[in-house]
Structures are given as structure tokens and as C-alpha cells.
């Protein structure tokens, strides 16, 4: 029997959110319907058809003519909220929001300023709007909340007003839902992790680790997702002659692809899980760093790289700190700049047992994943 009719909310943006929606929907049994804005404006997609632009009163009609029964809220990127919290209240629809970044709070999602650095979480009010008073952002702030003058109290309030009267929100992590509360202390909610839909066998791991050590960066490296730090990173072990090799998976910003030094190599995306295991096999990693700046809701790049069996290095931030502490298959670093990752990597060099010690607990981790996805 097919579940109940349902539409996703989101921002077609890719990534994570896209990752998690793909992987969703193929055990969804009922019909999907999509919802985002693109540069045509809201746009309503049936399963399996072309998207067509809609206004938001025709949205209504829509989910009424399909017999929505449930909407699931992704993201609201460029959608204008006053006119969800209506649609929703018109239809009178239970609806569950999935947490995936912290835009409900910050309009610029990751907590990283107009200069690209990851602000700390002020909670005080002045210091945002400061951040979000001109730009991009604070245009589609107006377009998104419908007024003259927004402010970053605006924007909380009709976030918080959604949260609340959800049926459901969800949270990929502790740490997430810590976070979401340091600022809506009163929103419910479920803390469910995003399943990892990996189906390999790895190697116990065996001694001895390589020399020069082989580090891997994984996913696509922007500035919020430690672009600058990489680059630091790379240049300094480089000058310092440090017994290290860097291998980029992923696409990287201008200034990352236009690094040009013996010890880092770019290989690209790669495609799936299971390519990404073959990558980091052939290369011989023997672990993996997590550069970014930002506390992750979840991080995909850093459960894959512990269930593959390889130790993570990140900073203190986020599901990527609480996923390495929790399994202790890695090491985690105060946030700030370049300097903590680099020092613990010249630490490595010279304490190899470490980085077996932690291969040990990722492989742990491994077989836990493996017993669980067998018993379910």
C-alpha cells in the first residue's frame, strides 16, 4: 500500500540537503511533489514532469488538487515566508521540518560573516544585524520576509513561528539541536541521524602507516568549508618540508585550484561512496581532514570517511567534532585558523601509532554500522 502524497519544500541547491532528499524519496512509496524558487520564481514539480512556475495562491490549489497530505520543509531558501505560514495555516496541514543548516537563525546559514570567517554565534542581536544589514543578504531578507526594513529579529521570529508549530522537527545531531537551542530555547525536537546507505566491506586496518603521511580532503572546498585553511595548511608543510602528501576529492574555490605545489595533488569529484573507497584505497590515505570553518548539521564527508575505516581531523565544531568524539576515530582541534590543523599534523608525523590507534576505531565504527544496516 503507497504512503500518503507528500511535498518537499527545498532549495534544489545540491549538496547534503539534495543527498538526503535522493536517498529519501527512493524509500518513499507514495508521489513526491517538489517546491523551490529558482530564477523563475516558485515553481511546483508533479513526479517525474517538468517544474512549472506557480504563485503562492495557486501552490494552495495545487496541494488541494493532488491531495497533499503532509508537506516536508528541506529549506526556505528565497521562498516568502509570510506566505508559507499562511499556506500552511489555509491548509491546515501537518508539516515536519528537517534541519539541515542553521539558516532558520542566520541568514548567511553557516555562521560565517561577510569576510568569510566563522563569527562564533553572538547572541546579541546588533552584532547580526551589523553582519546582515547590506548585500545580497539583506535583500532577500526584505524579499523573503516581505518588508521595508528587515532585521535579524524578524527573521528569527517567523523562523521560530514555523518550528513551533510544526508537527515534527528533525535534527541530524546533538549538536544541532544544542545549537538551534542556544537560540529557540522552547522548539521541540527529534534528534534522528541521516542514514548512510553504504553497503562495503573494508580491511582491518595493518601497520605501518606511510611515510610521507597521505591526507586526504573530501567534498568540495569553499571558503566556508575551510578553503583558506587548506590552502595555509598545504603552503605551510610545504615550506617546512613536512613528510606530507595532500589529495583533494572534490572541487575546490579559485585560490585552492590555483595552487601549484609538489605535495597536493587534485583529483576531482568523485561519484559515489564506493568510487570515493577505491580513490582513497589506490592513494594509500591514511587519514582524512575535515577543514571546515563552521559547525556541520551532519556532515556526509565525515561518517563516510570513518565508516570507510580512515581517522578524521576537524575542528571543535559541530556533528563533525561530536561524530569523531563520539566513535573516537580521529582528532579534533580549537577552531580558529590553520595552526591547530598544522601543528597536529606535524605531531603525527612523528607519532604514527596514533594514527593506527584511531584506524582501529574507525574500523570499529565500520563494523557497528555494518551489524546495524544488516539487523534493520
Known amino acids: ?31 513526491v511533489y517538489e517546491a523551490f524558487v529558482d530564477t523563475g520564481g516558485l515553481q511546483f514539480q508533479r513526479p517525474n514532469q517538468p517544474s512549472e512556475t506557480v504563485s503562492y495562491d495557486s501552490l494552495i490549489e495545487r496541494i488541494r488538487t493532488y491531495r497533499i497530505k503532509e508537506v516536508h520543509i528541506h529549506h526556505f531558501w528565497n521562498i516568502q515566508l509570510p506566505s508559507l505560514v499562511h499556506i500552511l495555516k489555509e491548509l491546515n496541514c501537518p508539516y515536519t521540518v528537517w534541519l539541515h543548516d542553521f539558516y532558520t537563525i542566520c541568514p548567511y546559514v553557516f555562521f560565517v560573516n561577510q569576510k568569510g570567517r566563522y563569527c562564533g554565534r553572538p547572541k546579541q542581536e546588533a552584532v547580526c544585524d551589523r553582519c546582515a544589514s547590506n548585500g545580497a543578504r539583506h535583500s532577500q531578507m526584505k524579499q523573503m520576509l516581505n518588508v521595508v526594513d528587515p532585521t535579524i529579529n524578524k527573521w528569527r521570529n517567523i523562523s521560530q513561528q ?17 545549537i538551534i537551542h542556544e537560540y529557540f530555547p522552547t522548539i521541540k525536537m527529534e534528534v534522528v541521524p541521516h542514514p548512510l546507505l553504504l553497503n562495503l566491506k573494508i580491511e582491518e ?172
Open 205 to 376: 586496518p595493518k601497520q605501518p602507516i606511510h611515510q610521507p603521511l597521505r591526507i586526504a580532503f573530501i567534498g568540495n572546498i569553499f571558503y566556508h568549508k575551510g578553503e583558506k585553511e587548506v590552502k595555509s595548511l598545504v603552503t605551510q608543510t610545504f615550506v617546512t618540508k613536512l613528510p606530507c602528501l595532500f589529495y583533494l576529492y572534490g572541487e575546490s574555490g579559485r585560490d585552492l585550484k590555483r595552487l601549484n605545489v609538489k605535495n597536493f595533488v587534485q583529483r576531482g569529484s568523485y561519484s559515489s561512496s564506493e568510487h570515493l573507497h577505491t580513490l582513497l584505497t589506490e592513494d594509500k590515505i591514511d587519514f582524512v581532514i575535515i577543514p571546515s570553518i563552521c559547525p556541520e548539521t551532519f556532515s556526509y564527508t565525515t561518517h563516510e570517511s570513518l565508516y570507510l575505516g580512515f581517522p578524521v581531523l576537524c575542528f571543535d565544531l559541530g556533528a563533525q567534532s561530536e561524530i569523531v568524539q563520539k566513535t573516537n576515530g580521529g582528532w579534533v582541534v580549537e577552531a580558529g585558523d590553520f595552526k591547530a590543523l598544522y601543528f597536529k599534523v606535524s605531531h603525527l608525523v612523528s607519532h604514527t601509532d596514533e594514527i593506527y590507534q584511531k584506524k582501529t576505531n574507525a574500523y570499529r565504527y565500520h563494523i557497528e554500522m555494518a551489524k546495524s544496516r544488516n539487523d534493520h
Open 1 to 31: 500500500m503507497n504512503q500518503a502524497s507528500i511535498l518537499l519544500i527545498h532549495h534544489q541547491g545540491g549538496g547534503g540537503i539534495s543527498q538526503f532528499i535522493n536517498n529519501w524519496t527512493k524509500q518513499y512509496t507514495g508521489d
Open 162 to 178: 514555523l518550528l513551533a508549530e510544526a508537527k515534527r522537527v528533525i535534527s541530524p545531531s546533538e549538536s544541532t539541536k544544542a
